[in-house]
T-cell receptor, first 115, second 110 residues
Framework: NAGVMQNPRHLVRRRGQEARLRCSPV?????VYWYRQLPEEGLKFMVY????????ESGMPKERFSAEFPKEGPSILRIQQVVRGDSAAYFC?????????????FGPGTRLLVL | TQLLEQSPQFLSIQEGENLTVYCNSS?????LQWYRQEPGEGPVLLVT?????EVKKLKRLTFQFGDARKDSSLHITAAQTGDTGLYLC??????????FGTGTRLTVIP
């Protein structure tokens, strides 16, 4: 069984460029969460999506960040005009239901470095 | 503002020793989860505790949820080098996501 897959694993961007992070959930899971982790810190919730819907984006910056989970294909987290402060590890997790205490399966993360 | 503080932030012990790490908050959580994260990987769920006062054991790991559901502890008996990692607690807030603690980075020295 394939777990959560994220790509790329590492991404280097210059300031002002766009970063696109992809997440393929566990097969059959329709709930996806994105988290950001700064060095030596815990994970901070960004956005929760179900297929074709954003359910909760309360943790996502209003500017430059967007997320989608189309009917077909992976979930995408897009960061436009990246700045150095966007450098972090971005994790997605998937779940079979919207029950928060249901096990969330995390991917290996994408480490974004903004030069 | 919710805050889940974990202590200690860093812990380095010899193989075979026992240790306890703590997860404290002023907020009440519906449930609390513990994860272990290894370098370069995502967090992996260890346990979920739901009831105040609940104790769960996972081999050499013992997890306890405080009676008031505001705090939790993780006790490891006879630590092994394979226990090395970042331990994260995460609380269910009733919203749509988990609220993660600050983490305890454990190093077990052979």
């Amino acid at each position: 069984n394939a777990g959560v897959m994220q790509n790329p694993r590492h991404l280097v961007r210059r300031r002002g460029q766009e970063a696109r992070l992809r997440c393929s959930p566990v097969k059959g899971h329709s709930h996806v969460y994105w988290y950001r982790q700064l060095p030596e810190e815990g994970l901070k919730f960004m956005v929760y999506l179900q297929k074709e819907n954003i359910i909760d984006e309360s943790g996502m910056p209003k500017e430059r960040f967007s997320a989608e989970f189309p009917k077909e294909g992976p979930s995408i987290l897009r960061i436009q005009q990246v700045v150095r402060g966007d450098s972090a590890a971005y994790f997605c997790a998937s779940s079979p239901s919207r029950v928060v205490r249901e096990t969330q399966y995390f991917g290996p993360g994408t480490r974004l470095l903004v030069l | 503002t919710q805050l889940l503080e974990q202590s200690p932030q860093f812990l380095s012990i010899q193989e075979g020793e026992n240790l306890t790490v703590y997860c404290n908050s002023s907020s009440v959580f519906s449930s609390l989860q513990w994860y272990r994260q290894e370098p370069g990987e995502g967090p992996v769920l260890l346990v979920t505790v739901v009831t105040g006062g609940e104790v769960k054991k996972l081999k050499r790991l013992t997890f306890q949820f405080g009676d008031a559901r505001k705090d939790s502890s993780l006790h490891i008996t006879a630590a092994q080098t394979g226990d090395t990692g970042l331990y994260l607690c995460a609380g269910e807030t009733g919203a749509n996501n988990l609220f993660f603690g600050t983490g305890t980075r454990l190093t077990v020295i052979p």
